[in-house]
């Protein structure tokens, strides 16, 4: 069964600093779909990042990394020199291509709070 | 920029009252979903909808709840009457199709309260 497995419930750093936050997802499916949302305080869901199972390239935006390793079902999030904006649940998520219309399961999310 | 909208961003209720939730989409996307985050919680999927119809739906989706695009444009969640337990934030989310372009794009919520 399809499953994203958050295991830091909540991260402090203090401003600056380097974090990642750790996803595992678990699927059957061979073509499958990772996601990265951030939820503020404010509430709302903020799309970060797509990734596909086929393409495993690592990707950097900005102080934004994500290294996807299909060898250990992993998809993980670091924030370079972090900073006190980046406080936020960052949720990561799954969307198989055999569940017929795409839906997410989420992982139950990281708190991160950036401390100034 | 295109966004996802709902109202309203605060609903209370009482128990066993019917409420609407409504959501406007993206105008040009198709797939319509709705999901559920109870405080503190993870988001969970609840129900997707295309061409009119429900695609999917989670074993949350009971009887109480039902979905609707009334006029092509507005996408509603009704709870025909709610229980203390459906006091969640709910996301409505669009997308434009499911395997090219199917990055979900999110509302920013409506917070039912049921007392």
Same mark, same amino acid.
């Given at each position: ?55 495993? $390239?690592?990707?950097? =935006?900005?102080? #934004? ?5 299909? %060898?250990? &079902?992993?998809?993980?999030?670091? !924030?370079?020199?972090? $900073?006190?904006?980046? =406080?936020?649940? #960052? ?5 198989? %291509?055999? &569940?017929?219309?795409?839906?997410? !399961? ?11 | ?115």
């Amino acid at each position: 069964a399809q499953k994203v497995t958050q295991a830091q419930t909540e991260i402090s750093v203090v401003e600056k600093e380097d974090v990642t936050l750790d996803c595992v997802y678990e699927t059957r499916d061979t073509t499958y779909y990772l996601f990265w949302y951030k939820q503020p305080p404010s509430g709302e869901l903020v799309f970060l990042i797509r990734r596909n199972s086929f393409d495993e $390239q690592n990707e950097i =935006s900005g102080r #934004y990394s994500w290294n996807f390793q299909k %060898s250990t &079902s992993s998809f993980n999030f670091t !924030i370079t020199a972090s $900073q006190v904006v980046d =406080s936020a649940v #960052y949720f990561c998520a799954l969307s198989e %291509s055999n &569940s017929g219309t795409y839906k997410y !399961i989420f992982g139950t999310g990281t708190r991160l709070k950036v401390l100034a | 920029e295109p966004e996802v909208t709902q109202t309203p961003s605060h609903q209370v209720t009482q128990m066993g009252q019917e409420v609407i939730l409504r959501c406007v989409p993206i105008s040009n996307h198709l797939y319509f979903y709705w999901y559920r985050q109870i405080l503190g919680q993870k988001v969970e999927f609840l129900v997707s909808f295309y061409n009119n119809e429900i695609s999917e739906k989670s074993e949350i989706f009971d009887d109480q709840f039902s979905v609707e695009r009334p006029d092509g444009s507005n996408f509603t969640l009704k709870i025909r009457s709610t229980k203390l337990e459906d006091s969640a934030m709910y996301f409505c989310a669009s997308s434009l199709n499911t395997a090219a372009k199917n990055i979900q794009y999110f509302g920013a919520g409506t917070r039912l309260s049921v007392l």
